[in-house]
């Protein structure tokens, strides 16, 4: 099958021009996330690329998917994560990239629970709602969060991105698989609207993406656990021929088989700098 109809959710900004925020966690009470803007719902074609994978990358689509097994395979703990997870993921995206510092600054995992509330960041389950993960401001504010100040001041003067290394986890992500959207299709002075992210102790920013039929759907369906997706959140990067992010969300597909495993998966964020 090289196409899928799937509903995707995309985002409308509030009527009375107020900005919007969305809380991360939700409310225990409610099960909801307090927020002040609205969904909208459109059924979209999203191609399947499996088998040509090698006509989208980094620099052009915005994303790249490769095969790489990981020696780590349990997810369950966190600093066995850290301690033996970050460590290969950060070779492999020098390998990638070519960068010559990668520095990870956080990682999710989300298993498909319905019905599941989340209420904390042990509970995170597939999102599914067209987004990208940070804007400019948001990003370099990263950089200046995780490093120390003299070397986050000379590094973002130079070119830095933001990359979020996707795999599925124990199973092929039939459930819930993951959308992306080619940056060559994306208006970025219209789509996009900045997102105030409301943690317990801060705040963060994201985009939340309007709709445009122009945009280009795609997955790789049955995505395997040796088989990961490097998706560009930002790029600091001037050239116009440069994708500079990638609107993304998880979806139902409507093709996967009744009674598939329900989507495991791992991002891992880093910042990812260049000399």
């Given at each position: ?13 509030p009527?009375d ?21 609205k ?12 088998g ?10 915005g ?10 395979s ?18 492999l ?14 990682h ?42 003299g ?12 990359i ?17 959207c ?22 963060g ?71």
């Amino acid at each position: 099958m090289s196409t899928v109809s799937a509903e995707l959710v995309y985002f409308t900004p509030p009527s009375d021009g107020s900005r919007p925020f969305t809380t991360i966690n939700a409310d225990p009470a409610t099960g909801q996330r307090a927020r002040n803007w609205k969904n909208e719902e459109h059924i979209i074609e999203i191609e399947n690329v499996r088998g040509k994978e090698s006509d989208y990358t980094l620099d052009t689509a915005g994303f790249q998917y490769v095969t790489k097994p990981s020696k780590h395979s349990a997810f369950i703990n966190d600093e066995e994560i850290r301690g033996e997870y970050y460590p290969e993921s950060i070779e492999l995206l020098k390998d990638i990239t070519g960068a010559s510092k990668v520095v990870l600054f956080d990682h999710t995992v989300r298993r498909h629970r319905p019905g599941d509330v989340e209420t904390d960041e042990t509970k995170r389950q597939p999102v599914n709602q067209v987004h990208v993960d940070q804007t400019p401001e948001s990003a370099t504010a990263r950089v200046h969060r995780h490093l120390p100040v003299g070397e986050a001041e000379k590094l973002v003067k130079k070119r830095f991105q933001i990359i979020n290394l996707w795999r599925p986890i124990s199973h092929p992500a039939v459930d819930h698989p993951l959308a992306l959207c080619d940056y060559r299709t994306v208006d970025a002075k219209k789509d996009l609207v900045p997102l105030a992210l409301i943690y317990p102790d801060r705040e963060g920013e994201t985009f939340g993406v309007k709709f445009n039929p122009t945009h280009r759907w795609k997955y790789q369906r049955g995505m395997k656990p040796d088989e990961v997706v490097l998706i560009k959140c930002y790029d600091s990067a001037k050239g116009d021929n440069i994708a500079r992010f990638t609107p993304h969300t998880g979806f139902k597909d409507p093709s996967a088989p009744q009674g598939a495993p329900l989507r495991e998966s791992i991002e891992l964020r880093a910042l990812v700098f260049y000399d």
